[in-house]
């Protein structure tokens, strides 16, 4: 049997850093926007319990990959004797703050519950995303949400679907190194949805990312020319809402030489639901 299915991209609109926790890890309050550009990823179920992945990108074929993390971790939590043979087609930026690797997986335990016919609850579901990674959650629940918790306490919300530019410059980030660092700010005050709908809206990690990595204030200082613009996660990419997307195109014909670009609309609802929703495994 075999099902293909999209993993797309988010933004943080805001990103607020509340608080570090005990083990390290960090509270936040996030307003997730999904948007409809993504990877793709076809799978095909094997009567072994091999994972297998191939990959456009070879670097991304190893154990180590989110996809076959997700895959082990169904595994045993259900004692299912299945496999799957698993091809990604990789589109989006890795480590840019856009959640790709993350969604990768959040669509490999959606696909793999329905395929291997589990039907784990979307609560069993969200708590298995979590072990993954803290963005992972929100692509399980498929739906714009503000986000609590490390990332996982969710609250869909309902956006106006928006045109944005994507812009990713050539460095990388890693999110442990930024999350540790002790210039990070990590004290914002905890605030109501309403106030933060009501502020200007910023991200936390931008100041300190935009030290480490001069390339990325650069690019920013390139994006504000056409719009306002912030940094997504923990960088490196950068995004700008547009009116339309003529004048987002425009920007983008524009791109500094060596970054990145695409143009993505602002989605409620992940795509991977419908997706999932049109197939015969619709449990
Ligand atoms: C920055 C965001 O992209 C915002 O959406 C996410 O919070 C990051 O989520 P993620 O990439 O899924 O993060 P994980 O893979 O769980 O964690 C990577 C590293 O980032 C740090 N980390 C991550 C999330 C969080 N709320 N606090 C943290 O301190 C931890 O040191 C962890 O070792
Ligand atoms: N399926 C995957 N796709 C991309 N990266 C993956 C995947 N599985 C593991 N990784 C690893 O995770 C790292 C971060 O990739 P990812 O694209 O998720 O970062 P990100 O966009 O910064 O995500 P986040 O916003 O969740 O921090 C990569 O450098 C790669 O080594």
């Not at 999904?34 to 179920?45: M, R, S």
């Not at 004797?81 to 589109?91: A, E, M, P, R, S």
């Not at 490999?108 to 993954?132: D, E, G, I």
């Not at 791109?255 to 639901?273: D, T």
């Amino acid at each position: 049997m075999t099902l293909s299915l999209p993993a797309v991209a988010k933004l943080n609109l805001f990103l607020h850093i509340t608080g570090r926790r005990a083990d390290g890890y960090h509270n936040l309050q996030t307003l997730f926007q999904l948007l409809d550009v993504g990877d793709e990823l076809h799978f095909t179920t094997r009567t072994d319990k091999q994972l297998n992945l191939q990959c456009n990108d070879s670097s991304l074929q190893g154990p180590d990959n989110l996809i076959i993390k997700a895959g082990r971790l169904l595994q045993q939590h259900t004692g299912c004797q299945l496999g799957c043979d698993i091809v990604l087609d990789k589109v989006l930026p890795m480590g840019g703050g856009l959640g790709g690797g993350s969604s990768d997986a959040a669509t490999t335990l959606l696909a793999l519950n329905a395929l291997w016919r589990l039907k784990l609850s979307n609560q069993q579901l969200a708590a298995l995303a979590l072990k993954l990674g803290a963005d992972v959650p929100l692509f399980v629940a498929g739906h714009t949400a503000f986000a609590e918790g490390v990332g996982e306490k969710l609250v869909p919300v309902q956006l106006p679907e928006k045109t944005y530019l994507v812009v990713t410059p050539p460095c990388h980030i890693s999110t442990a190194e930024i999350f540790q660092h002790p210039d990070l700010i990590r004290n914002s005050p905890l605030l109501s949805l309403e106030t933060l709908f009501s502020r200007p809206w910023r991200n936390d990690c931008q100041p300190l990312v935009e030290q480490l990595q001069p390339i990325v204030a650069i690019t920013l200082q390139w994006l504000v020319e056409y719009a306002p613009c912030r940094m997504t996660g923990t960088g490196a990419s950068v995004f700008a809402e547009f009116p339309d997307a003529a004048s987002a195109q425009h920007a983008l014909a524009n791109l500094p030489v060596a970054c990145r670009g695409f143009i993505a609309k602002g989605v409620n609802q992940s795509p991977v639901l419908a997706a999932l929703a049109d197939t015969e495994f619709n449990n």
